[in-house]
């Protein structure tokens, strides 16, 4: 399983044959200049709400693959007027089977409204499970105390918010990833705003006082975690 952070909460999982493509924001954000979008692989977009920050490539790069979109029914419908009909629209609790992989929309707390105003439905983390272990890309939340279900998946890695100001904070992923019982964490949603900007150093020795891997690989950036 390869992990490429494309910025901010946008992330690439590869795992058998399927690419997945977590809340594609590239070319709004000026940290992530050096990505060529028309480069990124995807036979799966997964939008875990409607923020901008989380949708504003997903037309462009659903069109370019022609890639399934996975997200709620509301943010399915929303597409769907706009051209894109290969989706899976799903809801909180429910589980698909997409192959290579079964995914489950988790809750996240947060809200949910599309770039134009219509309704993202509610919004949601994803827990994704595969052949090469089980994943959770938490979208937006802040912590939760429905996040000690997670701990059933036995997580070999979780994508947690860590910006603070519209999601939880370091320190509250920290305690996030307690609750799933996950031993590591890919940090995502910071830095790429003012409001998100985060002291690393004290965000790598929280993680490190409870014994957790924090990950943050560089914009661009494949491992394998
Ligand atoms: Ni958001
Ligand atoms: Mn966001």
């Not at 949708?55 to 399934?68: E, F, H, N, P």
């Not at 219509?118 to 949601?124: K, L, Y």
Request: charged share 15%; with cysteine.
């Amino acid at each position: 399983m390869k992990l490429t952070y494309y910025g901010h909460s946008c992330i690439g999982i590869q795992t058998g044959d399927a690419q997945l493509l977590f809340d594609p924001f590239i070319s709004g954000n000026p940290l992530a200049k050096a990505i060529d979008m028309e480069k990124i692989p995807a036979t799966h977009v997964l939008l875990s709400h409607g923020h901008g920050d989380h949708v504003a490539d997903a037309q462009a790069i659903l069109k370019r693959t022609g890639a399934m979109l996975v997200s709620n029914a509301e943010i399915c419908s929303w597409y769907e007027a706009k051209g894109i009909k290969h989706a899976t629209p799903m809801n909180i609790g429910g589980e698909a089977d997409l192959g290579s992989f079964r995914v489950r929309l988790t809750v996240a707390q947060h809200s949910s409204t599309m770039p134009d105003g219509g309704s993202g439905g509610d919004p949601c983390g994803f827990v994704i499970r595969t052949g090469e272990g089980n994943i959770h890309h938490a979208g937006d939340t802040g912590l939760m105390l429905d996040m000690q279900l997670l701990k059933r998946y036995s997580l070999r890695f979780a994508c947690l918010p860590i910006g603070d100001n519209y999601t939880m904070g370091y320190a509250d992923a920290v305690e996030a990833a307690r609750y799933m019982g996950v031993n590591t964490v890919v940090g995502m949603h910071y830095n790429t705003f003012p409001a998100i900007t985060i002291d690393i150093e004290a965000a790598k020795t929280a993680f490190a006082a409870a014994n957790i891997n924090l990950l943050l690989p560089a914009i661009g950036e494949t491992i394998e975690p």
